[in-house]
């Protein structure tokens, strides 16, 4: 099921504890590029499917990436595109969107999802595995 735009903002926007929509809005889209990056296959489309139809897009036309980035350069890239941000700003503002984005995948997508991407992303999406 398709979460509607609203929403996914305002779970995003609590998580985060922005101000207003539109912070939760730049980070959603910048840390959605760049996951986009990150997934291939029926795994991102997926995921787009269960997103807005806004953030679907960005997911599946996301930003170019080499390699897939460990968590660490995942945050301090979000931070390299988000104006004024941090490398704690970037962890707070990745946890806020990646965390919605596992309550949306659900548990089995979301096992699917943290198959493509390097050790540690558990963490922030907010759902530590077992090791």
Do not use: C
Not at 8 to 29: C, M, N, S
Request: negative net charge.
């Amino acid at each position: 099921m398709t979460l509607r735009r609203e929403a996914f903002l305002d779970q995003v926007k609590e998580r985060g504890k922005y101000g207003t929509v539109e912070e939760a809005e730049r980070a959603a889209r910048v840390v959605l590029a760049l996951l986009g990056a990150h997934l291939v296959g029926e795994v991102r489309a997926q995921l787009a499917a269960r997103l807005p139809e806004e953030f679907s897009l960005i997911l599946l036309n996301p930003l170019q990436s080499a390699e897939p980035l460990p968590p660490e350069r995942f945050v301090r890239a979000t931070a390299a595109w988000i104006e004024g941000a941090t490398k704690q700003t970037a962890t707070w503002d990745v946890s806020a969107v990646l965390s919605t984005v596992a309550d949306t995948a659900g548990d089995g997508l979301l096992k699917e999802i943290l198959l493509q991407l390097p050790t540690g992303y558990d963490l922030l999406f907010g759902h530590p595995q077992p090791t």
